[in-house]
């Protein structure tokens, strides 16, 4: 029969025979489990992680399956009003942009459209010449969009088209004013 020894950690007792010990020596000791656990667990980890494991979903709660959509509609960004934090654009330095669209680009997969923004900024005169822009994507059911920027006053001032994205909306609209890319609920 196998040498069986006693480690001590804090108040509870763990017993492990000799052929497991030298496997389990360096592993770390579990405090919430009763010393027949730490004894099967000793002899057979995985099965202690199948016995004494929750199942998801019968004792903790389970998180709720949002889509990119839902995570991205008016209610969600409405939550951003103002912006405690200024990220700046890789590209191009000079541009900042807020916590709410990071946020979209984050959650939508769309840094690519900061960066038609911010590029934009720096080679389209017709753009950089405008103080206060308004950018809108707007997606096709066919899955092209359109990137429109206007000077607030529906007056056009440049126009990309994209001819395939999986950004999850249908439509977004940014301002754009002193080099700062901001939602509306964030003007």
Same mark, same amino acid.
């Given at each position: !029969?196998?040498?069986?020894?006693? $480690?001590?950690?804090?108040?509870?007792?763990?017993?492990?025979?000799?052929?497991? !010990?030298?496997?389990? !020596? *360096?592993?770390? /000791? =579990?405090? *919430?489990?009763?010393?027949?656990?730490? !004894?099967? =667990?000793?002899?057979?980890?995985?099965?202690?992680?199948?016995?004494?494991?929750?199942?998801?979903?019968?004792?903790?709660?389970?998180?709720?399956? #949002?889509?990119?959509?839902?995570?991205?509609?008016?209610?969600? $960004? +409405?939550?951003?009003?103002?912006?405690?934090?200024?990220?700046?654009?890789?590209?191009? +330095?000079?541009? /900042?942009?807020?916590?709410?669209?990071?946020?979209?680009?984050?959650?939508?997969?769309?840094?690519?459209?900061? %960066?038609?923004?911010?590029?934009?900024?720096?080679?389209?005169?017709?753009?950089?010449?405008?103080?206060?822009?308004?950018?809108? $994507?707007? #997606?096709?059911?066919?899955?092209?969009?359109?990137?429109?920027?206007? *000077?607030?006053?529906?007056?056009?001032?440049?126009?990309?088209?994209?001819?395939?994205? %999986?950004?999850?909306? %249908?439509?977004?609209?940014?301002?754009?004013? *002193?080099?700062?890319?901001?939602?509306?609920?964030?003007?």
């Amino acid at each position: !029969m196998a040498a069986v020894k006693r $480690l001590h950690n804090a108040s509870q007792v763990i017993i492990l025979t000799a052929s497991t !010990m030298s496997e389990r !020596m *360096d592993a770390p /000791v =579990a405090r *919430d489990r009763s010393p027949q656990q730490a !004894m099967t =667990a000793a002899r057979c980890p995985a099965a202690s992680r199948a016995l004494f494991t929750s199942a998801v979903g019968i004792t903790q709660a389970k998180e709720p399956i #949002v889509s990119k959509a839902e995570k991205l509609s008016e209610v969600h $960004l +409405r939550q951003f009003t103002g912006s405690e934090h200024w990220c700046r654009h890789g590209i191009n +330095r000079r541009v /900042v942009f807020t916590d709410g669209v990071k946020y979209i680009a984050g959650e939508g997969g769309a840094y690519w459209l900061l %960066d038609a923004i911010a590029i934009a900024q720096l080679y389209e005169k017709s753009v950089s010449g405008e103080g206060s822009q308004v950018w809108k $994507l707007t #997606v096709n059911p066919d899955r092209s969009a359109s990137l429109v920027c206007d *000077d607030g006053n529906h007056n056009f001032v440049n126009t990309h088209q994209i001819e395939f994205t %999986d950004f999850p909306i %249908d439509e977004i609209k940014f301002y754009s004013t *002193d080099n700062t890319i901001l939602l509306p609920s964030e003007y």
